[in-house]
């Protein structure tokens, strides 16, 4: 019973782990660190200051819905936090669905 319930338990265990990693999802959430033509790099923030975290490319065509405290793209600005939605993949290129804008209180 005991082998049974390990070779049942460490593949979930493992599946619901890879599953739910944050780097490797279609939401991200985080800082405009730099806004190009048709493109911003969402610079992803974490809870530890030495760390190092990932930046995305995402793309804006003309389905991306802009909302919250901007409302299109040409509004957007390096250093607004923003939520991400991607839903639509051309190969490694991600494009937008939604971004979310929200104001930041310091």
């Known amino acids: 019973m ?8 460490i593949p979930i265990t ?16 985080g800082f405009i660190s730099v806004k190009k ?5 969402v610079q992803i923030i974490g809870d530890d200051p ?6 995305y490319e ?3 065509d003309d389905d991306t ?7 299109s793209f040409s509004e957007l600005e ?15 290129k991600k494009i937008a669905e939604i971004i979310v804008v929200f104001v930041i209180n310091s």
């Open 2 to 9: 005991k082998r049974f319930f390990i070779t049942l338990f």
């Open 14 to 29: 493992l599946f619901a782990l890879v599953s739910c990693n944050p780097f490797n999802s279609n939401h991200y959430e």
């Open 37 to 41: 033509e048709n493109s911003i790099i």
């Open 50 to 55: 030495e760390a190092e975290y990932p930046t």
């Open 58 to 60: 995402v793309f804006i």
């Open 65 to 71: 819905v802009i909302e919250g405290t901007k409302g």
């Open 78 to 92: 390096v250093n607004d936090y923003v939520e991400v939605l991607v839903e639509n993949q051309e190969g490694d």
